[in-house]
């Protein structure tokens, strides 16, 4: 486990972590969210001793971390950070050199490193890149092998900052994969994101951080805080479908639509202004796509086949039934499973 005690912080003047209790577990994701500016980076750096506490403190498996040279060096072990630019960490001429690194500090052999490196670049999925030039890789492969570099020394902690940044959807699931391969050994991982989609499809504990503090931990996404705090999420819309013979919910729609002539004799008889009248179906799901809330009327024998439809789509999708919530199908993590 790795905790932080009331922990206060400030690179000047001003406070950035106002009394953070943060806590991640071995053989878990705990993944760390927050506006930009929240203090994430911050309080990340402190936990492998990049930063050191004003006040509070940090303990690692029970152990209060020191600052002293021989403690930090321990500890990094320990705690491994891969940082959200790539270019800030990668520090050798070639692969191979870079994840041999930290371990060649630490007094390995030529052929103990051999098979440290092999091993590393084998999680992160880079093996036969061992000569190339660093300089020559793509984003996507730096990432790749900050990460090789930063698991080389074997940590029990993983922490990584925004690790999708500027990834694409291969670097995606490559990023995905590697989390939970270490998860599988039993480390624990500690990201922080701005990508709803990765901490859904990686996440065991969610924890919000806003205005330096941590204001929410729990093993579910809470997206209406999220999106209070300013959370940036995938989708901020959603698509709340009501059946034209139930009764018809006061929630404020950005736009309603009525599909079957049923549904529309409906939001006649009810006096409902109705934006989207025709290609129905298909509208509604992308303004809620981009962002907007759909208030959905639909004839009730239409029900299974909207259902049917709206599933393909990355969009939150609930039923309603006399004003109240019968089934939330959708999240955006169900999408990620089932895309390639
Ligand atoms: N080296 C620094 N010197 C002075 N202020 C800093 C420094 N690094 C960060 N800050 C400030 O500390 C606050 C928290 O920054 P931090 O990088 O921890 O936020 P974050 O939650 O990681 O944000 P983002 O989502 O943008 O990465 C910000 O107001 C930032 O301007
Ligand atoms: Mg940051």
């Known amino acids: 486990m790795i905790e932080t005690r009331n922990l206060w912080f400030g690179y000047d003047k001003a406070e950035v972590l106002r009394g953070v209790n943060f806590r991640a577990a071995r053989r878990e994701v705990t993944v760390l969210m927050g506006r930009n500016g929240a203090g994430k980076t911050t309080l990340l750096m402190h936990l492998n001793g990049l930063l050191k506490p004003r006040r509070g403190e940090i303990r690692v498996d029970g152990k209060k971390v020191s600052y002293d040279r021989k403690s930090l060096i321990e500890l990094r072990k320990k705690v491994a950070y891969v940082f959200q630019n790539p270019d800030d960490q990668i520090i050798a001429p070639t692969v191979s050199q870079d994840v041999a690194f930290g371990p060649a500090n630490l007094g390995f052999k030529e052929d103990e490193l051999k098979v440290i490196v092999n091993e590393a670049l084998r999680v992160v ?25 930063a698991i080389a020394m074997d940590p029990e902690y993983v922490i990584m900052d925004e690790p999708t940044a500027g990834v694409d959807a291969l670097g995606f699931k490559a990023v995905v994969e590697i989390v939970e391969r270490l998860r599988g050994r039993g480390k624990g991982l500690i990201v922080s994101t701005h990508d709803f989609d990765l901490a859904k499809a990686i996440g065991d504990k969610f924890v919000f951080m806003d205005a330096g503090k941590v204001v929410y931990e729990g093993d579910e996404v809470d997206f209406s805080l999220a999106r209070k705090l300013g959370i940036r999420t995938f989708q901020s819309g959603k698509l709340i479908v009501v059946p034209h013979n139930t009764g018809i919910p006061d929630v404020s729609a950005d736009f309603v639509a009525a599909m079957g002539y049923k549904a529309k004799e409906r939001a006649m008889k009810e006096g409902i202004n109705v934006d989207i009248t025709s290609t129905v179906l298909e509208r509604s799901i992308l303004r809620a796509i981009e962002g907007h809330t759909v208030l959905l009327i639909c004839s009730a024998e239409m029900l299974n086949v909207v259902r049917r439809e709206v599933v393909k789509f990355p969009v939150y999708f609930e039923i ?10 959708k999240s955006i993590g169900d999408f990620n499973s089932c895309v390639g």
Do not use: F, M, N, P
């Open 125 to 149: 999925g880079l093996e036969g890149y061992e000569r190339r030039l660093c300089s020559t890789l793509s984003g996507g492969e730096k990432k790749k092998l900050a990460i090789a570099s």
């Open 320 to 329: 309603l039934e006399d004003g109240k919530t019968r089934v939330e199908v």
